[in-house]
C-alpha cells in the first residue's frame, strides 16, 4: 500500500515561487495562465500487513505533524492499493 500526501501555502498565504513562476509562464507567451501555486509531493510505502485504517490514522499523524506546516500549510492524503 502507498500513500501520497499533497502539501500546498493555504490561499490567504503569499507563493512567491508560485509567482515567479507564473510570471515566467506569462513571459513565455502562456498568457491564458492566471496562477501557479506551488507545493509539496510526498510517496509512502506502507507495510503491506499494515491494517487501512491504522495506516489512514498514521499517515494523517506524520503530515500533520511532520510534513506540513499546519499555521501556514493545507494538505491531502490519498491512498492506492
Known sequence: MKARVYV????T???PQGQTIC???RG?????ITDVR???YFEIA???????LQ?????????????ANPVIEDFRVEFLD
Not at 8 to 11: I, V
Not at 28 to 32: A, D, H, L, S, V
Open 8 to 11: 500546498s501555502f493555504k490561499e
Open 28 to 32: 513565455m507567451g502562456y498568457r491564458e
Open 13 to 15: 498565504v503569499l507563493d
Open 55 to 67: 495506516a489512514a490514522q498514521r499517515i494523517e499523524e506524520v503530515a500533520r505533524e511532520v510534513l
Open 23 to 25: 510570471s515566467a509562464l
Open 38 to 40: 506551488q507545493g509539496k
Open 46 to 52: 506502507i507495510a503491506p500487513e499494515t491494517d487501512r
